[in-house]
């Protein structure tokens, strides 16, 4: 048996999975983040089967989501890397709120996604040395190089972006993303996120011999949609390293 809440963290409001009766009980925690134009509760499915596996789950919606979000599409679908940066930034803070309510048992916490809640966990793991592990499920980490492909920002937004995209891209900084238990997983036939963007990372941390710690699942014939053989990968990923 499990619970569910929506509670406020860190000036947001969460979704929250645990095991019945864990609701103050420290637990061994996934921050899991959701896709763009997407919600936490759309990808529920996954807090649900993280805490039946007896982890806590902690959703955040992402800046014009969810209950954050004021209502124009348009304007959102043009901030999609300043999303994604806010995402980054916002972690520090929902961290040390769950630390300060001695939620998590023994500094096991992690973070997960799917496509931009992939992309999002894979730049936190690049800046965060104390995450046990983190799962990218559709996801990409050359921020730089998509962003002028994957809606793109206007023309005026792209310098103020370019730096600050930088900073979080994986391309100089495999060994941070090589040093704890990464799982990759994409569909092969994704038709938003490019399947390339995960083989680019496989082959280039395979090339520096940094994939030890590396999971990498491959799903043929899928396109960019989570699959119930992705969920139960991440499950077992969860299950297996945190």
Not at 51 to 64: D, H, I, K, L
Not at 83 to 98: G, K, R, S, V, Y
């Amino acid at each position: 048996m499990i619970e569910l809440e929506m509670r406020m963290l860190a000036g947001n409001e969460v979704l929250h999975a645990f095991p019945k009766g864990c609701v103050e009980k420290p637990l061994p925690c996934i921050v899991f983040y959701h896709g763009f134009t997407s919600s936490n509760l759309v990808y529920s499915y996954f807090a649900v089967a993280l805490a039946q596996a007896g982890f806590r789950v902690v959703m955040p919606s992402a800046a014009e989501h969810g209950s954050r979000f004021h209502g124009d599409e348009q304007e959102r679908l043009q901030h999609f890397w300043q999303i994604l940066l806010q995402n980054f930034n916002e972690f520090p803070a929902l961290q040390d709120a769950l630390y300060q309510e001695r939620l998590i048992n023994d500094g096991r916490l992690a973070v997960a996604g799917a496509s931009m809640g992939g992309m999002t966990a894979l730049g936190i793991m690049t800046r965060h040395p104390e995450l046990k592990c983190v799962a990218s499920l559709m996801g990409s980490g050359y921020f730089s190089s998509l962003s002028t492909t994957l809606f793109p920002p206007a023309a005026e937004q792209r310098g103020p972006l370019a730096t600050p995209l930088a900073g979080w891209d994986v391309s100089q900084q495999l060994a941070r993303v090589a040093d704890r238990p990464l799982l990759l997983w994409h569909g092969d036939a994704d038709d938003v996120v490019p399947p390339g963007e995960t083989f680019r990372l496989q082959q280039a941390l395979k090339r520096e011999g940094l994939d030890a710690n590396l999971t990498c699942i491959w799903q043929a014939g899928v396109r960019h949609r989570i699959t119930p053989e992705a969920l139960a990968s991440t499950v077992a990923f969860f299950k297996q390293h945190l």
